[in-house]
């Protein structure tokens, strides 16, 4: 009778702790809500990476230690170690997964950055190569200057992103109506630009990625089953469920921490980047 009370009473004290960041979810859950998010600055993405843990913890041991919810909660001691151990492992998968996939964003950031400025220095190379800067080269520079003023701090700039793919159109038109172009130097240009083009699209989607909160979004979710679970399982020891708890906290804010830093490897590694590469190609012309 114990046992079967457990489970509901895990999701009744579950759904009361998530009203504690119901306006966090709100917050990231909706489209505007995830650009806003996205715009925060890096410090105020691991304020919530510490607060929000810490805050769901405060409420739960607070909501079994007094409170309407205190005498249903402390009579459910039937709910065993086992139950903790299946949402633990959900919750370290979910988090192993999230920290691959902000590890490999910092990788990618990289690797955009240095195709797209490569690539802008072989259309200079080329340009010269073929004698056609005069009409090349300024168009270039034209786009290499709207690309290097799309991001400030790791942050896109969205109404500026028209004016780099209008500069980019003018580099396109330049190169295919320069008469003094054959078929396959004019072919070679084309390809190097959209490589150019590419490369810049793949590291505005990066860093404008909107999945993000929803990733971290579901990771609270996941933590903060995972405390209820601890939670429960320590019933009527009061000092080692404190201690289990906390520990477990820190632990689910150092996995954020960690996610909200290199998820935003533009923020933090690199926010003086494309501007400091393609004004390096910008003087090089």
Not at 106 to 132: C, K, S
Not at 182 to 206: C, K, N
Request: net charge positive.
């Amino acid at each position: 009778m114990v046992m079967t009370m457990g489970v509901p009473m895990a999701g009744t004290l579950s759904s009361r702790a998530m009203m504690l960041f119901g306006s966090f979810s709100g917050f990231v859950g909706v489209g505007g809500g995830r650009m806003i998010y996205l715009e925060l600055s890096i410090g105020w993405k691991l304020a919530l990476a510490v607060a929000v843990p810490a805050l769901l913890a405060i409420a739960i041991l607070t909501a079994e230690a007094r409170g309407p919810l205190s005498a249903s909660i402390q009579s459910c001691k039937g709910v065993v170690a086992p139950y903790f151990n299946g949402v633990a492992m959900l919750f370290s998968l979910y988090a192993a997964l999230l920290a691959s996939d902000a590890w490999q964003k910092d990788i990618q950031a990289r690797r955009f950055v240095n195709n797209e400025t490569n690539a802008a220095r072989l259309i200079a190379h080329t340009a010269h190569a073929m004698g056609v800067t005069a009409s090349v080269l300024p168009k270039l520079r034209t786009y290499l200057d709207s690309s290097s003023g799309e991001m400030h701090e790791g942050t896109v700039i969205r109404a500026a992103r028209g004016k780099t793919e209008t500069a980019f159109d003018d580099l396109v038109g330049a190169i295919v109506r320069e008469p003094r172009l054959d078929s396959s130097s004019r072919a070679i240009l084309i390809g190097e630009a959209q490589t150019m083009m590419r490369a810049r699209d793949d590291r505005v989607h990066l860093a404008s990625d909107a999945t993000v909160p929803l990733k971290g979004l579901a990771m609270v979710i996941f933590g903060a089953i995972t405390q209820i679970a601890l939670m429960l399982v320590h019933l009527g020891q009061r000092r080692a469920m404190r201690v289990a708890v906390s520990l477990f906290t820190l632990a689910f804010s150092t996995c954020l921490v960690l996610t909200a830093i290199f998820g935003a490897p533009f923020q933090v590694f690199m926010p003086n980047e494309p501007r400091a590469s393609l004004s390096e190609v910008l003087r090089g012309l």
